[in-house]
């Protein structure tokens, strides 16, 4: 029988899997902790990522890009819901009176994340490996010149997609202050979604600077190198992470261009009806 959402036989109940890779319908839940850097990323590279009908927050010929490392202790990832997740931004897109990233790469640990992401949330997924590197043994001469945090390495499709040191997990008052946000982003126009698609997530961490900052190794044949090849702005730690995230709605493209509040943060363009309409746009070129 089905009563309020749930299957129910004899000795058994639980959630009917009405989502993209097994996932229960929204909010998504997921715990764990995390590493967000930020990047300046040149805009000409970040139009190789983001659509062209989206308009870009931007000043000096930069925007603002980086990578998001996380490794969820829970999540509804059907089966392995362990697993980590890398989400490279290429930058950020105006939803006025605010802002919303633009990810470029997504990579995860787990099949069922993998197909949700691409087919519900309209992101650019990857399967991809998570493998720590423990640090070089103290006294040796590798200590010395090497980063003494572990490093965790990525690699997905048989490359490594980029190597970075990260700090030890961090308690009590070193875990730093207690913050709640909410986060706007967008997706889709991909294979699976034809459409601009936005939703927000609600974050509640403790939440701490990392000094100095995260170093990063891409390698040059890494189709995130040029995203990532500039010095990092900042580095924040997110520990005892819990997000839930909301059901992705379409959005309208042509918004990103009305009522920017400082006109100075973008590019003159042209005409609206110039820049194609979304069922004009195919999936933005560079990813693996």
């Known amino acids: 029988s089905n009563n309020g959402g749930k299957l129910q036989f004899p000795g058994f109940s639980w959630i009917q899997a ?20 930020l990047h300046p990323v040149d805009v000409e ?26 490794n969820y202790t829970d999540s509804p990832a059907r089966g392995k819901k362990q697993f980590g997740e890398l989400v490279v931004c290429a930058g950020l897109v105006w939803n006025p009176p605010t802002s919303c990233a633009w990810a470029s790469h997504v990579f995860v ?7 949700h992401g691409e087919r519900e949330v309209g992101l650019p997924e990857h399967m991809a490996d998570f493998n720590k590197i423990a640090p070089p043994v103290r006294g040796s001469w590798a200590h010395f010149w090497k980063s003494k945090r572990p490093e965790l390495s990525v690699t997905s499709g048989g490359s490594e ?40 997530l609600d974050l509640k961490s403790r939440l701490s600077l990392i000094v100095p900052g995260c170093e990063v190794h891409v390698p040059k044949k890494s189709p995130l190198h040029d995203l990532l090849r500039r010095r990092p702005l900042m580095s924040l730690c997110f520990e005892k992470l819990r997000m839930d995230v909301e059901q992705p ?40």
Do not use: C
């Not at 009405?18 to 590493?35: L, M, Q, V």
């Open 249 to 288: 709605k379409k959005h309208d493209p042509d918004l990103t261009f009305k009522n920017v509040p400082f006109k100075f943060l973008q590019k003159p363009q042209g005409s609206i009806s110039s820049r194609g309409s979304s069922t004009d746009l195919q999936e933005p070129k560079g990813a693996i």
């Open 45 to 70: 590279t970040a139009k190789r990522y983001i659509p062209p009908n989206l308009n870009i927050v931007q000043f000096a010929g930069y925007t603002l890009g980086g990578f998001y490392l996380a």
């Open 109 to 115: 640990g787990s099949k069922s994340a993998k197909i």
């Open 161 to 200: 997609m980029i190597k970075v040191s990260i700090p030890e997990e961090r308690h009590g008052w070193r875990a730093g202050l207690p913050i709640t946000m909410r986060l706007p982003s967008f997706s889709g126009y991909n294979k699976y979604e034809k459409n601009l698609l936005t939703y927000s």
């Open 18 to 37: 009405t989502n993209a890779g097994g996932y229960s319908p929204a909010p998504w839940k997921f715990e764990g902790r995390a590493i967000y850097q």
